[in-house]
């Protein structure tokens, strides 16, 4: 053993394999891998093997594309065969609703280059004939799913990574981690001490473990999971005789079961809603290359269901139970990066499928670590995604709900529900009891959505299609907009920023200039490479006090951003308020009627300007009152203590009696924003993006002084932005975009070369340095003169214009010579026409806001 490396991956499962093989394919080869026992010891060597491309995420989806397309690559390397079986695969609807999800489904994969199909159910018997057609309505064919040996894939990462010089310790457990003050990390093994500038956990089952190493609580839990394997079935024979090839890939999500062929037998799993976490609270030492007992009657609801839709089973003899444990975070997607508030410690954990994922978490953290990005979005599988009320009875109810959905649909207006409400305002029970709010979580923050006229009416009626909040919604957008509403506006991140050197500090990381005493400005934050990595509005109280607010499920990726870029010299310090600062906003055209009688304060428009702020007593409570709103409006963000915030809304729904004021909800704002043409943070803006094709460059001063970002930023503006975030009015009925939608043009044959591809623009193929390369389109990207140009971010019903909208990327030279019909946008499998807004439909000189 080495006794000083680079990095040390505890771990030889399959991630921490493929780290491993990553780090040194980037040319760190002077990295070392320390397993306890043998390579895939944990869950690794039990995995049912099977991989698919698909995933809720698309920059996921991204990642386990590049997952898949590795093996070949791996195998020529390592001269370790995987046992790769690209079956192709389908998921099978048994309802309209399930149906509408696939659809959903397929068109999303359209701007990945994906070449699903939607098929009948009789075209999947065709591939898998065991299956009763009768039960389903349609089908999802994948040709990118099937299966593999785990046990080869995890060592041809290992061998692979050997042969680019790291090396591989087993039989050796971790069993310390302590930093030294240069920030260098001892890790102390069974077989001596390593020292390492980096260490990454890929602890697997144990992941929490070697967390709690480092003082860290990680939101991961394993579950049992079963699946079965049968006795040599006559029907599989059969298939393979007579067409020369084997079963493909089955998901019928009414049984929540998956299921494929396995040698002559076929091999079935579930993911049953009677799931059972194992080791809640700490994973044993002993633990090794065991499985648990099999428990029958757990599966058996998903077994009635699978014998009567795949009828042949039901006669099959049983061979074998695996039971075996593997790992979750809360919303199922791997917990990868650099830690907050520690030095070069990352993690490559709670990853649930390794075989489809392992290799796209090899490639980002990688990345990462070598180059300082992960070269792609993975916010969806950051680490920092989760905030401290991630604890470990909240990450055990989630984790279960997880696992028991796991086939279950996610409408885009369905909120889950385990392990809520977290956190709440003191408003909470005002805004349910009183005010029957439909509550949704922001970022374990219970936040209204919308308010329903009685407490019977108050809930959401899942669907794909316009629900029962639409006219709620509605009643809500006018009443704001010919009046006065309020909300509560408590989940934003909110940050102060003292010191001397603040001022510099922020206009390092910010590309806008600071604002002058009292005033407010609106600013990006880039990354090296000119990409958006946060949004922000900057207030400045006094020379060295700054407010900061932001999108608050970016609190701690932002937070890790700050604190990287802090100086040593303790001229600047960061507070993070978390609830300890709440808020509510007024908006409307009598929003200043309301706050002239809850304040001494001048308020008029020449005293109290668009974009000022300061301190002030609302209804006899200290506040800081900003005079900015999201919805466009003339209207004010309100600051104040949590002991204060009833006191205050009392007062704000008192004074604004006499205007009809009207509570309004998360959905309203949203819906009030997009007939402005505002993006919003993890949709329009995200670090895919630069600031010129965000259409946010008047916020971005090349000329200010050098800030992060700034070189490639002036890049973007000379080269011109590739892609513009655009609007769109679309001509929907009854259901309106959910994000993620394919955007088709009428282009013919032009080039497309000449109109450059957008990012994440075509099949999601890699190069052998992983770097993407666009495949040729053609499949489900073209139909006659109709091409896929781009996708959908966000979108919804404005209702003050009465019109569908949405927004998303395309290319800018199409944007630019834009005609009129070029445009669809396909809604549930059918194409809406879709017409540029280039102005905003509401208010577009913004005279409301400023008046
Ligand atoms: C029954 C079952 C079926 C599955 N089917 C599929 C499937 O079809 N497709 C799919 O993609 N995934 C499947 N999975 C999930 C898959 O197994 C996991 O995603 C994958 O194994 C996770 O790999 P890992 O490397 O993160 O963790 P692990 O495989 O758990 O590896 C962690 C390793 O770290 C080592 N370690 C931990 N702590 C220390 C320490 N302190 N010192 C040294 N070494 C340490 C452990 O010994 C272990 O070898 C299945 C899992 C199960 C249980």
Sequence with gaps: MKPHVRAVVIGGGVVGCSVLYHLAKAGWSDVMLIERSELTSGSSWHAAGGFHTLNGDPNVAKLQAYTVSLYDELEELSGQSCGLHLTGGVMMADTPERMDFLRQVHAKGRYLGMETELI????????????????????????????????????????????????????????????EADGTWNVVTEQGNVKADHVVNAGGLWAREVGRMAGLELPVLAMEHMYLLTEE??????????????????????????????????????????????????????????????????????????????????????????????????????????????????????????????????????????????GADIWGMDVARYGEWATLRY????????????????????????????????????????NHAVMGDSWGLETPLWFAPSAAEAYDVLSFHRSNDFGPIGEEVRRTRDSVGVTEISNFAKYEVTGQGAETFLNHLMTNTMPRIGRIVLTPMLNNNGKLIGDFTIA???????????SIAAQKYHMRWFEQHLPNDDSVAIRRFGLNLVGLSIAGPNARKVLEKLTDDDVSSAAFRFMDIRKMDVNAAPCVVGRITYTGDLGYEIWMEPAYQRRIYDGIKRAGAEFGIVDFGMRALLSM????????????????????????????????????????????????????????????????????????????????????????????????????????????????????????TSGGYAHTIGSSMAQGYIPSALAI?????????????????????LEPPFDPTGAKMRG
């Design 540 to 550: 400045k109280l006094s020379d060295t006090r700054f407010m900061v607010w932001g």
């Design 120 to 179: 009948t159910p009789s075209e999947a018997k065709a591939m898998f004939p065991l299956m009763d057609e009768s039960n389903f309505v349609g089908a999802l064919w994948d040709p990118v799913e099937g299966h593999l040996d785990p046990s080869g894939t995890t060592h041809a990462y290992a061998k692979a990574a050997r042969k680019l010089g790291a090396e591989i310790v087993l039989r050796n457990r971790v069993i310390e981690l302590t930093q």
């Design 673 to 792: 924003r997009l007939e402005k043409n505002f993006p919003t943070w993890f949709r329009e803006l995200r670090p895919i993006y630069g600031p010129y094709e965000a259409g946010i460059e008047r916020f971005v001063k090349l000329s200010k002084n050098d800030f992060i970002g700034r070189e490639a930023a002036a890049k973007e503006q000379a080269d011109g932005p590739k892609l513009m975030r655009t609007s769109f009015l679309v001509n929907a009925t009854d259901a309106d975009v959910m994000g993620d939608e394919p955007i088709w043009a009428k282009i013919g044959d032009t080039d497309y070369r000449t109109i450059e591809p957008p990012h994440g623009f075509g099949a999601p193929r890699f190069d052998s340095g992983g770097k993407e390369i666009a495949k040729p389109e053609g499949g489900t990207m073209r139909d006659g003169d109709w091409r896929v140009v781009g996708w959908v």
């Design 233 to 374: 079935m006559p029907e599989v024979l059969e298939f393979n005789a007579s067409t020369g090839r084997e079963l493909i890939g089955v998901i019928d999500f009414k049984g929540e079961i998956y299921t494929r062929q396995e040698r002559s037998g076929i091999l079935l799993g579930t993911y049953e809603k009677a799931c059972k976490p194992w080791s809640p609270i700490e994973t044993p030492w002993s633990f090794g290359h065991e499985l648990l007992a099999p428990d029958l009657d757990r599966i058996a609801p998903s077994l009635e269901v699978g014998f009567r839709h795949f009828p042949a089973l039901e006669n099959a003899g049983i061979k074998q139970i695996i039971n075996g444990p593997f790992t979750f975070a809360p919303d199922g997607n791997p917990l990868v990066g650099p830690v907050p508030g520690l030095t070069n410690y990352w993690t490559a954990c709670g990853v649930m499928a390794g075989f489809s994922q392992g290799g796209g978490v090899g490639l980002a953290l990688s990345n990462w670590m070598v180059h300082g990005d992960p």
């Design 395 to 434: 990450t055990n109810a989630k984790v279960r709900e997880n696992y028991s959905r796991r086939f279950s649909i996610r409408f885009p207006n369905e909120e889950l529900h385990a392990a809520r409400p977290q956190q709440t305002t003191p408003l909470y029970d005002v805004m349910v009891r009183d």
């Design 817 to 837: 010579n834009a005609t009129e019909g070029m445009f669809e946008i396909e809604i549930l499998g059918i194409r809406r026409p879709a017409r540029i807004a």
